[in-house]
Structures are given as structure tokens and as C-alpha cells.
């Protein structure tokens, strides 16, 4: 659902430093007009959807669209980007919480992990807030997560290629132990047989980078929490 306003569109200058890491400069632009009543007057979740929003759009329109997904029994995950400072009593009615590491220091007021150790203790700080769930993203070093009194560290997937010549690679995730179980990640869930990920359009993850290393990836999906059976 697009509407026009007057005045410039959103705009994101993406810096790259040296390293490899990058950072993102927002002007809003009519991303700051932006209301809850389009969404109020065309669109009803159900029970089982979740709705996302992001720090780009007014902290009011936010609220408002919190306060009206749950009013429908939907879930709602916050997206804390770009950082700012977020009114207590919103953050704690946000059911799955997800920031980088950078804006979970911001969030915080301290710096950002520098481990995925240090990660675990930053989004129980962050589960402090209120949040039923957090989940911490921490670039080439995958994930963590902080959900109730349980909290975890999950590995990056990674693209292992099939063949040469634009050929499709493959995304497949494995639990712990080599001759373990395993579970694939797949359309956003959690399957208990074995399961490549296609780098198609209906898949769940997709390689960002077409020339990643030809190795898979390990996810420790068994301690993954059931963030959204909750």
C-alpha cells in the first residue's frame, strides 16, 4: 500500500568502511508523515499474523499501530531501526524485539557486544525493557537471542555453492553434533527433517552474496526459542 504526500521520498546513503562494515544515514522524508489509518481501513489480522514495524515511521504512528494489531490477538515485531530512545510502556507490549548489535548498544547506552558472549548479555538487558522476545543480529557472526529466562547464540548461514556459471547455491542448516538431528530453516520456520533452502523467490533465507565461501553453515536451531508460538 503506497500513498503520495508532498515533499521527497525516504532516502538511505549506505557508507562502507574499510573493513567490510557499513552504516546507514536516513532522511525520513514522507516516511515521516506516515499514519496507522490505511492499514485501520483495509487490512484485519488474523490471530496468527505478525506485524512488523520500524523506527523510520513516527514513534506515535508505532504505538498506534501496536495498540491495533493486538486488538486482533496479531503479535507485533519491532525492527529498532534506525536506534532511538523508545517510550517504556511501548516497548513493553512488543512481542519479539530485533536490532544489530550497533543499536542495541544505542538502545542501551552502552557499546555494542563485541562477541556473540557479550551479545547474549546485552539482549537479556535488552529483554529488561520489556520485549517478550529478543533477537540480536550480529552480521558474519549470526545471531543471538533472549527469550524468558532462555538465551542462545546462533551460528551465520552461509551460501554453499553447486557448480560454476551462475548456477543456484543452496542454504542447508544443521544442529550441533554432526551425527545429530537436523532441522532446516525454512519459510521462517522450523522443520525436524532435513531440508535445503532454495535461493529462490519463495524461500526463507537467501545469500546476500553471490560469491560466498563453498562451505554450509552450521545453525544451532535446537536451542532457536519458539519465539512466535508464544
Known amino acids: 500500500h503506497l500513498r503520495e504526500v508532498d515533499g521527497p521520498s525516504g532516502t538511505a546513503l549506505i557508507t562502507v568502511a574499510s573493513s567490510g562494515e557499513n552504516t546507514i544515514i536516513l532522511d525520513a522524508g514522507a516516511n515521516a508523515t506516515v499514519t496507522v489509518e490505511p492499514?485501520?481501513?483495509?487490512?484485519?489480522?488474523?490471530?496468527?499474523?505478525?506485524?512488523?514495524?520500524?523506527?523510520e515511521i513516527p514513534e506515535a504512528a508505532n504505538a498506534e499501530a501496536l495498540t491495533w494489531a493486538h486488538s486482533f490477538g496479531a503479535r507485533v515485531l519491532?525492527?529498532?531501526?534506525?536506534?532511538?530512545?523508545?517510550?517504556?510502556?511501548?516497548?513493553?507490549?512488543?512481542?519479539?524485539?530485533?536490532?544489530?548489535?550497533?543499536?542495541?548498544?544505542?538502545?542501551l547506552g552502552m557499546p555494542a557486544p563485541a562477541s556473540p558472549t557479550e551479545a547474549?548479555?546485552?539482549?537479556?538487558?535488552?529483554?529488561?525493557?520489556?520485549?517478550?522476545?529478543?533477537?540480536?543480529?550480529?552480521?558474519?557472526?549470526?545471531?543471538?537471542?533472549?527469550?524468558?529466562?532462555?538465551?542462545?547464540?546462533?551460528?551465520?548461514?552461509?551460501?554453499?555453492?553447486?557448480?560454476?556459471?551462475?548456477?543456484?547455491?543452496?542454504?542447508?542448516?544443521?544442529?550441533?553434533r554432526r551425527n545429530g538431528p537436523r532441522q532446516a530453516l525454512h519459510r521462517g520456520r522450523i522443520r525436524r527433517h532435513p531440508r535445503r533452502i532454495d535461493g529462490g523467490p519463495r524461500a526463507g533465507c537467501r545469500p546476500l552474496v553471490r560469491d560466498a565461501p563453498p562451505r554450509h553453515a552450521r545453525l544451532n536451531a535446537a536451542r532457536l526459542p519458539r519465539l512466535l508460538r508464544e
Open 78 to 107: 519491532l525492527n529498532l531501526a534506525p536506534a532511538r530512545p523508545t517510550d517504556a510502556a511501548f516497548m513493553a507490549r512488543v512481542d519479539v524485539l530485533v536490532v544489530n548489535e550497533t543499536e542495541a548498544g544505542l538502545a
Open 120 to 176: 547474549i548479555g546485552v539482549a537479556r538487558a535488552l529483554r529488561g525493557l520489556g520485549p517478550k522476545h529478543v533477537m540480536l543480529t550480529l552480521g558474519a557472526d549470526g545471531a543471538v537471542w533472549a527469550s524468558g529466562s532462555e538465551a542462545g547464540h546462533c551460528s551465520a548461514l552461509t551460501r554453499r555453492g553447486r557448480g560454476h556459471h551462475g548456477s543456484r547455491g543452496r542454504l542447508r542448516g544443521r544442529v550441533g
Open 39 to 55: 492499514a485501520k481501513a483495509s487490512l484485519f489480522p488474523a490471530p496468527a499474523d505478525i506485524v512488523v514495524l520500524q523506527a
